[in-house]
């Protein structure tokens, strides 16, 4: 790190609820081993289970934590209402960092993450999450691979794209394009300001190794939620990205259909050369890139034979989504109608 750069970091985390580490979450935001920080933790009421975790917190951290309260959001989703209540109460910051309480950085996360901001070239960077299920769960390893498979398009140098789990901007850039003006009819702050970022061609910089680990496992159910959550924003944000997905995803598991059609109909012609071919191509890709980023756990690699059954079941939250409107997130329900104007239900 540059000692001559040395910007005023406002660092937001909203919380909604007890994520499975709250407090060593917490503990690892508050131990950021950059000194120039002011560091909000947002709830959106009294009565939310984090808050008094984090008032605890508060009394030992005083001199850069302040926990506020947002209340309930009327326009936007609880996140980015929590995420701008936090923006209005800080006046003096030169570059603006946003993490999920879901994730437990290391001491040097935010160092790395706001690093490349010294160019005058760069206005965003966007770090990307790292999932460990401490109880390997079989889908716990699912959401672990496939998000990890998603690296390939957070390394293309074309990509403007952010992340909203771990992301950091300059103040003069956020307050170029109007970015809580953006956010005041938001559900997904990283869609919305990804798309202003492309419109005022802003340059945005991946920084591989801001990695936001969270060590959470997942159900079936929450395995499919989190798809369906994360197609659903695409369906009414970003519709030609939507439709891609879904043609990848089908795309995919062709071979595995063939190959099954194959065996259970001695009828059925198939060049079983290429239907193999195929699939080992994409086991051994998806090895490859989950041994650059898991060296140190090889059952995620041999996870990767699995891909079939997680890809299948991403497909399936697909569908579910092509006729639905109504987005449920963090015990919220959003639903977006022909106008496309967000409407909140609770």
């Known amino acids: ?36 920080i002011q560091i909000y933790f947002v709830v ?56 999920d309480s879901d994730g437990s950085p290391s001491s040097d996360f935010v160092s790395k993450l706001i690093s490349p901001l010294r160019s005058e070239k760069i206005s965003i960077t966007t770090g990307y999450p790292k999932y460990f299920p401490p109880n390997k769960t079989f889908f716990g390893f699912g959401r672990a691979i496939l998000v990890s498979l998603g690296i390939v398009h957070a390394l293309n140098p074309f990509n403007r794209g952010i992340w909203g789990g771990a992301f950091a901007i300059k103040r003069e850039d956020f307050e170029k394009i109007g970015g809580v003006k953006i956010w005041e ?39 499919l939620e989190y798809w369906r959550r994360r197609y659903l924003i695409l369906k009414l944000w970003d519709k030609p990205l939507w439709i891609s997905s879904g043609i990848i995803y089908f795309a995919f598991l062709v071979p595995y259909i063939v190959l099954l059609l194959d065996l259970l109909d001695p009828m059925y012609e198939a060049n ?38 997680y890809f299948f079941i991403m497909l399936l939250a697909f569908c579910q989504g092509i006729f639905q409107n109504e987005l449920q997130w963090r015990g919220v329900t959003y639903k977006v109608n022909k106008a496309g104007k967000l409407i909140i239900l609770r």
């Open 272 to 309: 079983l050369f290429w239907t193999i071919a195929s699939i080992l191509i994409t086991v051994i890709g998806s090895v490859l890139i989950l041994k650059f980023d898991f060296k140190e756990d090889n059952q995620l690699v041999l996870r990767a034979f699995f891909l079939p059954i």
């Open 185 to 223: 009819r938001s559900v997904c702050e990283d869609r919305d300001l990804t798309c202003a970022i492309s419109r005022a061609n802003l340059n945005v910089s991946f920084v591989p190794e801001a990695f936001l680990h969270s060590p959470e496992d997942a159900s079936f159910s929450s395995f």
């Open 1 to 36: 790190m540059d000692p001559n750069f040395n910007p005023r970091v406002l660092l937001i985390t909203p919380f909604k609820g007890l994520e499975q580490n709250t407090r060593a979450n917490a503990l690892s935001i508050l131990n950021q081993d950059f000194k120039n």
């Open 44 to 99: 959106d009421s009294k009565k939310d289970e984090a808050y008094p975790i984090l008032k605890d917190l508060e009394k030992d951290y005083s001199e850069k934590l302040n926990v506020i309260v947002s209340g309930i959001s009327k326009s936007c989703s609880q996140k980015v209402h929590n995420i701008i209540r936090a923006i209005q109460k800080c006046k003096e910051y030169d570059i603006l960092v946003v993490l």
